[in-house]
């Protein structure tokens, strides 16, 4: 490739980025980056301290969610509650690669692993960013996710892609027969899936996070 392609390709990463709304930081060049993915409402700052607690020393990508639903930003479009516009998250993961792709290259993140971390509709784009491009995106932390892509056709390989889901049992908005759908699916095409279960409902518990700083760490 010629020195201007290389340039062009540069240009083209700053501007994608100058474009999206996002947070960065370095963190230690030994650490992975985390792709810390907020829920419906949040901006990209809601999950810097969640980044923190579960390794102070990794690099952080907080991005802002493009889509807007009642002026709250969200990830990908939704028909009703819990009824997720499949082809919009489809374009939407694939948006996502993009951004994740410009940042390694504006930021020199070399081969540094990537671990998508998200909150509810957050959790659910990383989900469906893994399952369509686990070579982007091979490691997952969901809190209070589901089934992004129900019934969707999927032959991308897993084998290489690690999840740790965490949901609560009586959690409306992320019901366990769709978690469980996912986790499912997700061991069929070759991934290695945890799954932690907790009482209660829709959120983020210091169980949670104690969880999944133990996950990342291993």
Request: hydrophobic share 45%; aromatic share 6%; charged share 20%.
């Amino acid at each position: 490739m010629s020195p201007n392609a290389n340039s062009g390709t540069e240009t083209d990463a700053a501007a994608l980025l100058a474009a999206w709304p996002h947070v960065y930081r370095e963190g230690a060049a030994e650490r992975p980056v985390l792709l810390m993915l907020h829920g419906t409402g949040g901006t990209e700052h809601d999950l810097l301290g969640l980044a923190d607690a579960l390794d102070p020393a990794a690099a952080v990508i907080a991005p802002r969610g493009r889509v807007t639903e009642n002026g709250m930003n969200r990830w990908f479009r939704r028909l009703a509650e819990g009824v997720f516009d499949l082809e919009d998250v489809e374009v939407r993961a694939d948006e996502l690669v993009g951004f994740v792709t410009a940042a390694r290259a504006q930021y020199g993140l070399g081969h540094r692993p990537v671990v998508a971390v998200g909150f509810s509709n957050g959790a659910n784009v990383a989900l469906a960013t893994a399952l369509r491009h686990p070579s982007t995106v091979a490691r997952v932390i969901a809190f209070s996710g589901m089934h992004p892509l129900p019934g969707r056709d999927a032959t991308a390989v897993l084998s290489g892609t690690s999840v740790l889901l965490l949901n609560g049992e009586s959690d409306p908005m992320a019901p366990l027969p769709s978690v469980d759908a996912l986790a499912a699916e997700l061991e069929q095409r070759g991934a290695r899936v945890r799954q932690v279960r907790r009482s209660g409902g829709h959120g983020v518990t210091e169980a949670d996070v104690y969880a999944a700083q133990g996950w990342l760490a291993s």
